[in-house]
């Protein structure tokens, strides 16, 4: 055990490259991906710390060329979610009792080779397996996950020095214990970073870990496992496998050893999943902890006195940034009529230069949505909208699915604030738009906080403080992370804590010290240095 107080290295955020047309760098991530669209996979799962392969073979496709081979993943069975539990229970002991300073070793490492060697091979494997472009990439995959992993290490630290009091003869310490069984991670196709960074957090704290990746993001995630297991990862700590969800959800949660979940993804699932621990209750040796982030309705409330341009921008950026397939996209804005007209005239006139395509081509704005089933969810809204009485498509609308999964970005304006695709998650490149009267500035504010059941991400827009402030405090429970003349996507680890309430989760906001402390259990220590010899107190004479 060490035999010093270690400090760790000060946690800065990763500075993001800029990929600018003929660059070095830009060549060197193009190149890297070309190379890897040509190669055939073969991705097993990862459990006990061996490559374990099975006879059902499932192909790999990418969303923006559905044709093309990229190989195949191993399709594991409940015998493997098993093998799995059992190498995360096996390795419990021996990571436990390893030092911390050796665990936070192993993820700056980690972090150290992301943002080295790595760098471009995991950037490439989100671009062709995600549908990425380059800048999404870069600020996911790479630099988002190595903040994760840099900032976490040094909140783990001030964690353990966080501790109480002491009175006169008496010691008093905390010990922030892994907790008491095996965890289940269970991450999305749309971030990289939160694909590692679930896992992770939690082994870091000492914790051992079954993995369950999206299936769309199973490129990526095969290239996070090779980086846990190059920075010297032990066998077992985590735990990566192919499995039927519901079926891996069933078996995990009646487990008698399940001690918490960490959940990214939707809504439903994730509250079928608490409703089966909930029934599995009597099973546990302890409670497990439940962190989960799910779904948004993300919102843009924009005042008269906003800047038109600055409005434009952020729901151009914030609504089709990634095919508006993140969970904290700006999916419905509220603009007053006597901006409106201008706000859709500098949209359109950005959105006529966006270019939509394959993100081998840099200069690519739109890439691809994930898959058939968001295709046509997308594709359902767009020719709803196109008929529907309440609605509108005012701009874009085209869809292409003959190559790949391809959504024209789209606004849709409504007549109606309860129109589905104002209410609805869509996760997909549609934007709706509802235009008020000025004079409703107010009924307007409580009309965003009643709409949607989600409570993730939103903005105001204003240069007049008072509605600044008005907005603010109407809208207190209407978003766990809130903006101010900013879109509401792209928190940044270490800066806006991520994680929202209501619908949208636990708000236990991943990227912060508050989100390690769910993977302890506090132990509190008193130790007497002189203990009394006899029962009496002085009350008693």
């Not at 809208?475 to 270490?494: H, M, Q, R, S, W």
Request: glycine letters at 8%; hydrophobic letters at 40%; one cysteine or more.
């Amino acid at each position: 055990m060490s035999k010093a107080i270690s400090q760790v290295p000060y946690a800065v955020n990763e500075p993001v490259r800029t990929y600018e047309p003929g660059s070095a760098e830009v060549k060197s991530l193009i190149s890297t991906y070309k190379k890897m669209w040509k190669e055939k996979s073969a991705i097993p799962m990862v459990i006990g710390g061996k490559e374990v392969k099975t006879k059902n073979e499932v192909p790999l496709k990418s969303p923006q060329d559905h044709q093309h081979d990229l190989g195949f993943y191993y399709k594991g069975t409940m015998k493997h979610v098993d093998d799995a539990i059992n190498a995360a229970l096996a390795a419990r002991e021996k990571w436990n009792n390893l030092g911390w300073e050796q665990r936070a070793a192993i993820f700056l490492k980690a972090a150290d080779l992301i943002a080295g060697p790595y760098r471009d091979r995991l950037n490439a494997a989100t671009m062709i397996g995600q549908s990425k472009n380059v800048h999404q990439a870069e600020i996911d995959s790479a630099c988002e996950l190595i903040d994760f992993l840099r900032f976490n290490v040094e909140f783990m630290t001030e964690m353990y020095s966080e501790q109480p009091v002491s009175d006169n003869g008496i010691w008093n310490r905390a010990e922030y214990r892994p907790l008491e069984g095996f965890c289940f991670a269970v991450t999305p196709f749309n971030f990289t970073a939160i694909s590692g960074n679930l896992p992770s957090c939690m082994a870091m704290m000492g914790n051992v870990v079954v993995w369950k990746p999206s299936d769309k993001q199973i490129l990526s995630a095969k290239v996070i496992m090779d980086i846990f297991t190059e920075a010297g990862l032990p066998d077992g700590v985590i735990n990566m496998i192919f499995t039927s969800g519901k079926e891996t959800a069933e078996k995990v949660l009646s487990h008698p050893d399940f001690a918490g979940l960490h959940f990214t993804g939707s809504t439903s699932v994730f509250q079928s999943m608490w409703k089966l621990m909930g029934d599995n209750i009597h099973n546990y040796k302890t409670y497990p902890r439940i962190v989960g982030e799910t779904g948004g309705k993300d919102f843009v409330m924009v005042h008269p006195s906003a800047n038109v341009d600055a409005v434009a921008t952020a729901l151009v950026r914030g609504a089709f940034e990634y095919q508006g397939q993140k969970c904290s996209a700006a999916s419905r804005a509220y603009v007053p009529k006597s901006l409106w007209k201008d706000v859709k005239k500098v949209m359109e006139s950005q959105m006529k230069t966006i270019k939509m395509g394959s993100p081998e081509d840099p200069s690519n704005f739109v890439n691809a949505v994930i898959d058939q089933n968001s295709f046509e969810k997308c594709k359902g809204y767009i020719e709803r909208a196109q008929k529907s009485k309440d609605a509108k498509v005012i701009i874009g609308g085209k869809c292409d699915d003959k190559k790949g999964w391809f959504v024209e970005p789209t606004v849709i304006e409504a007549t109606n604030p309860k129109y589905e695709s104002v209410c609805e998650e869509i996760f997909g490149p549609i934007l709706s738009v509802y235009v008020y009267e000025d004079k409703d500035w107010a009924a307007t504010l409580k009309l965003v906080d009643e709409t949607s059941p989600y409570s993730l991400t939103g903005s105001i827009f204003a240069q007049d403080r008072y509605a600044i402030d008005e907005a603010y405090k109407a809208l207190e429970n209407a978003a766990g992370n809130f903006y101010i003349n900013d879109k509401p996507t792209g928190a940044v680890v270490g800066q806006q804590p991520f994680g929202g309430a209501r619908a949208s989760g636990t708000n236990d906001k991943a990227g912060s010290k508050m989100n390690l402390l769910r993977w302890v259990s506090v132990r509190s220590i008193k130790e007497t240095f002189v203990s009394p010899k006899d029962y009496k107190y002085p009350y008693l004479g």
